[in-house]
Nanobody, 120 residues
Framework: VQLQASGGGLVQAGGSLRLSCAASGVIFDIIVMGWYRQAPGKERELVATITSGGSPDYSDSVKDRFAIFRDNAKKAVYLQMNGLKPEDTAVYYC???????????????WGKGTLVTVSS
């Protein structure tokens, strides 16, 4: 299983970006999809997650600005980021918790990350 993330870039404060992450390989089901980020000199932190049933959860720092949604048919998750702030600058990583085959133990897979830079 591989995850491919895309959509990062340079944007001015107040602007928007949409990140995408799609999985390839043998997958039975994807339980949770999520986005994390790591700013320079800081630990990786949770941004948003979405369950297989479509229930989203957000960190307080992005609530009301970011939206996460998934396309199960495409094995993909998206992060719509609006009202970007310089403090949102980070490498964004997607993570899927999934089962490769029926009854297998769920495993976490990470994408390689995509850089988001917000200028003031």
């Amino acid at each position: 299983v591989q995850l491919q993330a895309s959509g990062g870039g340079l944007v001015q404060a107040g602007g928007s970006l949409r990140l995408s992450c799609a999985a390839s390989g043998v997958i039975f089901d994807i339980i949770v999809m999520g986005w994390y980020r790591q700013a320079p000199g800081k630990e990786r932190e949770l941004v948003a997650t979405i369950t297989s049933g479509g229930s989203p959860d957000y960190s307080d720092s992005v609530k009301d600005r970011f939206a996460i949604f998934r396309d199960n048919a495409k094995k993909a998750v998206y992060l719509q980021m609006n009202g970007l702030k310089p403090e949102d600058t980070a490498v964004y990583y997607c993570k899927f918790t999934l089962r490769e085959v029926i009854l297998s133990r769920p495993r976490d897979y990470w994408g390689k990350g995509t850089l988001v830079t917000v200028s003031s």
